[in-house]
């Protein structure tokens, strides 16, 4: 069983930056996918960013320029840094690891809000 633990999530304004870690609980990254996904209220869960295990980097077109994906493979720890942070990137913040769709596993969430 792996565990992902996020943190790094908070009140920011509006053209402020935060930046999420995700810690992995076994070494996982040579095999799955790491990806940020959120889901605002109201509104389905949507990929953010991924990091494949050969180190391939995608964005949601809404983040492209601003946020960052980017991993520590000796702390076991995925990142997101978000720059010029907007009101509709509140939401919470799941860290998920995935191996081709067979196995999956998420984190508890983080909740970052953004205030305009």
């Known amino acids: 069983q792996v565990q992902l633990v996020e943190s790094g999530g908070g009140l920011v304004q509006a053209g402020g930056s935060l930046r999420l870690s995700c810690v992995a609980s076994?070494?996982?990254?040579?095999?799955?996918?790491m990806g940020w996904y959120r889901q605002a209220p109201g509104k389905q869960r949507e990929l953010v960013a991924v990091?494949?295990?050969?180190?391939?980097?995608d964005y949601a077109n809404s983040v492209k320029g601003r946020f960052t994906i980017s991993r520590d493979n000796a702390k076991n720890t995925v990142y997101l840094q978000m720059n010029s942070l907007k009101p509709e990137d509140t939401a919470v913040y799941y860290c998920?690891?995935?191996?081709?769709?067979?196995?999956?596993?998420w984190g508890q969430g983080t909740q970052v809000t953004v205030s305009s």
């Open positions: 998920n690891a995935d191996r081709f769709g067979q196995i999956s596993y």
């Open positions: 076994v070494r996982i990254f040579s095999i799955f996918a």
């Open positions: 990091i494949t295990s050969g180190g391939s980097t």
